[in-house]
């Protein structure tokens, strides 16, 4: 059984940084997509960072710059360093991972950036 399982999350003041990993397990194929979501208070999930296989990057707006996302397909782990944090960066963090029509999800790392 495939498994997402995150870290890295917790408490800290604007302009700080955090980096978040995610380490997967149980797969035994290779993933196409990954990914790092987040549910900020009072919002829905919205999709934060991306990396495809080749490696190529998409990023919303309000974390370009600031936010990068990286994996290494052969240890199955993605990882979001998060740099310049903001009050509005609040919110469940989640680690999503693709296999083509199949999407597997971790439990969720929280972050608090305090102003």
């Known amino acids: 059984q495939v498994q997402l399982v995150e870290s890295g999350g917790g408490l800290v003041q604007a302009g700080g940084s955090l980096r978040l990993s995610c380490v997967i397990s149980?797969?035994?194929?290779?993933?196409?997509?990954m990914a790092w979501y987040r549910r900020a208070p009072g919002k829905q999930r919205e999709s934060v960072a991306t990396?495809?296989?080749?490696?190529?990057?998409d990023y919303t707006d309000s974390v370009k710059g600031r936010f990068t996302i990286a994996r290494e397909n052969a240890n199955d782990t993605v990882t979001l360093q998060m740099n310049s944090l903001k009050p509005e960066d609040t919110g469940v963090y989640y680690c999503?991972?693709?296999?083509?029509?199949?999407?597997?999800w971790g439990q969720g790392t929280q972050v608090t950036v305090s102003s």
């Open positions: 999503m991972a693709r296999s083509g029509r199949a999407y597997y």
């Open positions: 149980g797969s035994r194929f290779s993933f196409d997509d």
């Open positions: 990396i495809a296989r080749d490696y190529r990057t």
